[in-house]
């Protein structure tokens, strides 16, 4: 059985990782909160810093990224890759989303072990829009009601 990480720090994708919290700190209460704001450029797809506020990191740390879409993995890789940039090893590192895509899924599985990213579904494809097929649309219109 594998020790119980000493800490263990919850890293939200802006917008839609909000609605993820919640219930991640119910199940971790106390744990430290990153922020990583980056928004989709629809014409390129690639993602485009706009805010980052994370705790200070360390090897030792277990680090969560929510985000309830994972389509293209675009966005979940940059903040992998940024989250070892300020310290975090990357063994360590977890993803936690609701839907994927096949595309995202292997996107992801080369910097975060397969077995530390956890979806609920995965869809096999996307549109020609990176959108997930069937997919729910942009999650963070539909949980903002925007």
């Known amino acids: 059985m594998p020790a119980c990480p000493e800490r263990i720090v919850l890293v939200i994708i802006l917008r839609s990782g909000i609605a993820l919290l919640p219930s991640a ?6 744990a430290p909160v990153g922020v990583l704001g980056m928004k989709r450029d629809e014409r390129t797809f690639a993602p485009h810093w706009y805010y ?7 090897e030792s740390d277990t680090v969560v990224i929510l985000d309830p879409m994972l389509a293209t993995g675009g966005s979940a890789e940059a ?3 940024r989250l070892v940039e300020r310290g975090a090893a990357a063994s360590n590192l977890h993803f936690g989303g609701v839907i ?22 995965v869809d096999a494809e996307l549109d020609a829009h990176k959108y997930i097929v069937p997919g729910l649309g942009d999650f963070g219109d539909r949980y903002f009601g925007s």
């Open 100 to 121: 994927g895509a096949t595309e995202g899924l292997a996107r992801l599985a080369r910097l975060i072990q397969e077995d530390h990213i956890v979806l609920a579904a």
């Open 79 to 81: 903040a992998a890759n």
């Open 52 to 58: 980052e506020n994370l705790p200070p990191l360390s």
């Open 25 to 30: 700190l119910r199940t971790f209460p106390g």
